[in-house]
């Protein structure tokens, strides 16, 4: 069970992450941006993430790498973190929180259907390969999401939604463009977290890839973000299918990250 | 002609497609071919190759470039590799110097050097193994003595995350460990051999630690650990080397159970019976890969050319105003965001 300051720290991040999402589509709806009413609220979600993740990790003796429930909080505040700096520092990405914001709110709903009973960390995991592993992994997943957010922003537009808003907003290459940077910075991320990765499974079980359930997944998932630059250098695809692919790449990142737990329990727990 | 088309990047698409769908059938079908994976990899070389020879806008991309040459050393020394390749474990007792023909092999390349685990030298030391409450294993650490000279003789520390380094090969400490009962059969022709019984793995089969011994006039003597203490469920504790103590029960085929002290020596059927006392012996998997740090350099200098080839193809670029128009400074960009 998570202590009470913990439970506290959760349902104010929880909160946080509520609020600026539902002021994104209150502007959206709107067609009033309320930018620094969104960011602020992100900001808030994201130190209060912060003091959850540090409270348990003093109580329980391990950081957020081990259970359903850390790997969900530590993504809800490294996702939420890169993205409120993406929202600080690029206007552009800002149209897209309608889509990203709801997708940390689905972690968090998430997070509270799974058990915050702690569990011990094997030996294997002391290793600061795994930091670098982990670390690369967020900041591939951060990247993505702001690119899905853009992305899955100008589909949404496509199919009729927020008509007028969209008109408002203009032409849309630079948004497109600036998904698609999101989208390459997040392949570069993704390749460097296989390779820090493969360093620990090599330190840890004596062998760098052994094809297991998320490592699998994991290339699978790098093949798909190599497929889709490449179809986009090769064809000149129609833009909501560039669109598509990365929201198609993203889903399939969040169901290795995400999904691949449930078969394992825990990531790599097969050879732990 | 012929280049050119092989060159093509809809090959590199079918190339990639096709890999995904091997990698996904060896997942799903432990009975996949290896030609699922081999296949689509050699189509995608190929295609590299060719359009790195007829490609002069490819090959301008200097990073884009590095990331693929290294893509195809990647590959090149993950093959090389599993040609060179060893893969094998041992049980090694405490005081035990390692023995190459102990090994037990459980992959080995067809370029691999056999004669080369004959030049790993080191005797086994202490060994710790850390418990948490509930039998959850933590921290396990080994000792061993390297090298012959007296004088060049070093203790390494290792365990978890760090394997012993020998010649090239890895050791890696592994939860498969016990104890072994240190023997001496003296036969009637007054013969005699000494020999460390390893037991079941401990404390995982600790309900388990007997096993029959043949011994070396062909007696049969059944054996049995009593250890002082048992394993505790409700509290932290070390499993140690150092601390490794019980009697031993010793059955002969058809006669009594005597009850063996470490130092003790008992007459059995066709010989006498000397137990020294209790030893731990330690499960280690070894690994020998001759590619490894190349492997490492390789692909992450093939990653910072990708990332040189992003930083110049995505963002060094002005962000464009218009879809297909003219582009103009960021900076202008992001203060026109509209509604942002």
């Known amino acids: ?272 | 002609m012929i280049l050119a088309r092989l060159a093509s990047l809809k090959l590199t698409l079918i190339g990639m497609l096709a890999l995904g769908v091997g990698v996904f059938l060896g997942y799903k079908l432990e009975s996949a071919p290896l030609w699922v994976m081999v296949v689509p990899l050699l189509l995608l070389s190929v295609n590299l190759l060719a359009a790195l020879a007829t490609n002069p806008r490819f090959r301008r991309q200097s990073g884009l470039v590095v990331f693929h040459y290294c893509l195809l050393g990647v590959l090149l020394l993950a093959s090389v590799g599993r040609l060179t390749t060893f893969k094998g474990h041992v049980e090694i007792t405490e005081g035990q110097g390692f023995e190459a023909d102990l090994v037990q092999l459980d992959q080995e390349g067809p370029w691999h050097p056999r004669s080369r685990l004959q030049r790993v030298r080191f005797t086994q030391g202490r060994m710790r193994i850390d418990y948490e409450a509930g039998l959850q294993r933590g921290e396990t650490r080994s000792e061993v003595v390297t090298g012959e000279d007296p004088l060049a003789k070093r203790i390494v520390r290792f365990g978890d995350n760090v394997p012993l380094e020998a010649s090239g090969y890895r050791f890696y400490t592994t939860s498969n460990k016990g104890y072994a009962v240190l023997l001496t059969w003296i036969g009637k022709d007054d013969r005699a051999v000494t020999a460390a019984v390893h037991l079941d793995s401990y404390p995982r089969r600790d309900w388990n630690q007997r096993r029959r011994w043949s011994a070396d006039s062909g007696t049969e003597l059944e054996l049995e650990l009593h250890l002082p203490q048992t394993v505790p469920m409700d509290r932290a504790w070390s499993l140690d080397s150092r601390d490794a103590d019980g009697a031993l029960a010793v059955t002969a085929a058809g006669g009594e159970t005597l009850a063996l002290n470490p130092g003790d020596t008992v007459a059995v059927a066709g010989g006498r019976l000397r137990y020294h006392g209790l030893r731990m012996w330690m499960g280690y998997e070894i690994f020998y890969d001759p590619t490894l740090p190349w492997l490492f350099a390789t692909a992450l200098v093939g990653v910072l050319g990708l990332a040189w080839h992003v930083r110049g193809r995505f963002f060094s670029r002005p962000l464009p105003r218009t879809l297909g128009g003219p582009a103009e400074p960021e900076r202008a960009a992001t203060r026109n965001a509209v509604g942002v």
């Open chain 1, 1 to 272: 069970m998570p202590s009470v300051s913990e439970s506290l720290l959760l349902w104010g991040g929880l909160a946080g992450y509520a609020a600026s999402t539902a002021a994104a589509w209150h502007g959206a709806v709107r067609r009033r941006g309320h930018d620094r009413f969104v960011l602020a609220l992100l900001s808030a979600g994201v130190v209060l993430f912060a003091l959850c993740i540090a409270e348990r990790w003093v109580r329980v003796g391990y950081g957020p790498f081990l259970t359903m429930y850390e790997i969900l909080l530590s993504n809800l505040f490294s996702l939420g973190l890169i993205y409120a700096l993406a929202y600080w520092r690029v206007a552009w990405v800002r149209p897209g929180s309608i889509v990203a914001l709801p997708i940390l709110l689905v972690l968090g709903l998430w997070l509270l259907r799974v058990s915050a009973e702690p569990s011990q960390l094997p030996a294997t995991y002391e290793n600061y390969w795994l930091w670098i592993h982990v670390g690369l992994g967020k900041v591939f997943l951060g990247s993505c999401l702001v690119a899905v957010g853009l992305a899955g922003f100008l589909l949404l537009g496509r199919t009729g939604f927020f008509r007028d808003w969209f008109a408002q907003l203009g032409d849309h290459a630079a948004l497109d463009a600036l998904a698609w940077r999101f989208f390459a910075l997040a392949f570069v991320f993704h390749s460097l977290m296989l390779i820090a990765g493969a360093v620990w499974a090599q330190d840890a079980w004596g062998r760098y890839w052994d094809w297991d359930s998320l490592e699998t997944w994991a290339f699978i998932t790098w093949l798909a973000l190599g497929i889709s630059l490449h179809t986009r250098a090769t064809y000149r695809l129609p833009l909501w299918a560039g669109w598509s692919m990365i929201v198609g790449s993203f889903t399939l990142a969040f169901l290795t990250f995400f999904g691949m737990p449930f078969l394992s329990l825990a990531p790599h727990k097969g050879i732990v």
